[in-house]
């Protein structure tokens, strides 16, 4: 069994300058998804960061956004961490709202673009400067024949956010499992 506390303190150490408290519960029509397939291809593709030129590229989707040279998956106990510098300057966490092992020492202007952190083994934690969500997937309909999912895509959004309805693959809370 997966040691939760411990997975959070890592989730928590990592957003230091981030306040969860500002954001709030978004319910979104299609927050829980039926989807045909494999739930654990689901989780494979979320840790395979080489579809993102692809099938979010651009203009205006997250392979614009972020600077994927410099993708990064950390690995920690139960858990890995993925993130990247956006490229555009302004876009991304302020450097205090994330720990400081993020701060290019080449560059301390760099931002990152969003934190998304998988807990083993079927939950996603997705950090954005103007939102949070939480997906599990999970395989819970027992009338499914064959292979088949359900996603639930759980939305909290900043209080002051004017990108509450942000959409398009820029913003990966919108993606469709
Ligand atoms: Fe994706």
Redesign the pocket.
């Known amino acids: 069994m997966a040691p939760f506390k411990k997975i959070i303190e890592n989730v928590k150490e990592s957003i230091p300058g981030i306040d969860l408290e500002s954001f709030k519960y978004r319910p979104v029509a299609d927050e829980v998804r039926e989807v045909d397939g494999n739930w654990k291809q689901h989780a494979w593709?979320?840790m395979d960061n080489y579809?993102?030129r692809f099938?979010?590229k651009g203009p205006g989707g997250?392979a614009d956004a972020i600077d994927l040279e410099t993708y990064t998956t950390e690995l920690h106990q139960y858990s890995a961490l993925q993130w990247a510098y956006a490229r555009r300057p302004k876009e991304g966490f302020a450097p205090e709202q994330v720990v400081t092992r993020f701060k290019d020492p080449n560059d301390g202007d760099k931002r990152v673009f969003a934190l998304w952190w998988f807990i083993f083994p079927n939950t996603t934690l997705n950090f954005y400067p103007w939102a949070f969500l939480l997906t599990s997937i999970c395989r819970c309909r027992e009338d499914l024949i064959g292979p088949g999912f359900t996603g639930s895509n759980i939305h909290w959004t900043k209080r002051s956010s004017t990108k509450e309805t942000r959409s398009g693959?820029t913003n990966?809370s919108t993606?469709r499992i």
Do not use: G, P
């Open positions: 593709n979320y579809h993102i099938v979010h997250l693959s990966k993606l």
